[in-house]
């Protein structure tokens, strides 16, 4: 009797390998060089700016003083006044700081009768 070839014995055994075959390899190795390629770029990106906002802050001009004298009392600025729609306000004046005033209780009037 001839042996089937549908036997164990007769059977070719393969080996693969757990990382699969060369082809999957070389394209995960193409996968992760991008990868780290992409991201050498924009750390390099990223440094190049930083560079530039250094240099922009180097040539900046520090808080300049005001070459103008301001002014002794602020302009209100009211649109409404300016228009001639609604009348000039003005700004009230300012109460001048002083101690609180102290009522004695007893000369407090009493309340008008009805």
């Known amino acids: 009797m001839a042996a089937?070839?549908?036997?164990?014995?007769?059977?070719?055994?393969?080996?693969?390998?757990?990382?699969?075959?060369r082809s999957q390899s070389i394209q995960r190795l193409q996968i992760g060089l991008a990868g780290l390629g992409t991201m050498l770029l924009l750390v390099a990106l990223a440094n190049v700016i930083m560079e530039r906002a250094k240099q922009t802050d180097a040539a900046a001009?520090?808080?300049?003083?005001a070459t103008v004298a301001p002014s002794p009392t602020p302009a209100a600025n009211d649109p409404l006044a300016d228009a001639g729609v609604a009348p000039d306000v003005g700004t009230p004046p300012r109460a001048a700081t002083s101690t609180p005033t102290v009522i004695d209780p007893d000369q407090i009037p009493p309340p008008p009768k009805q």
């Open 4 to 21: 089937m070839a549908s036997e164990p014995q007769d059977q070719e055994i393969v080996d693969v390998p757990l990382a699969g075959t």
């Open 61 to 65: 001009v520090p808080e300049a003083l």
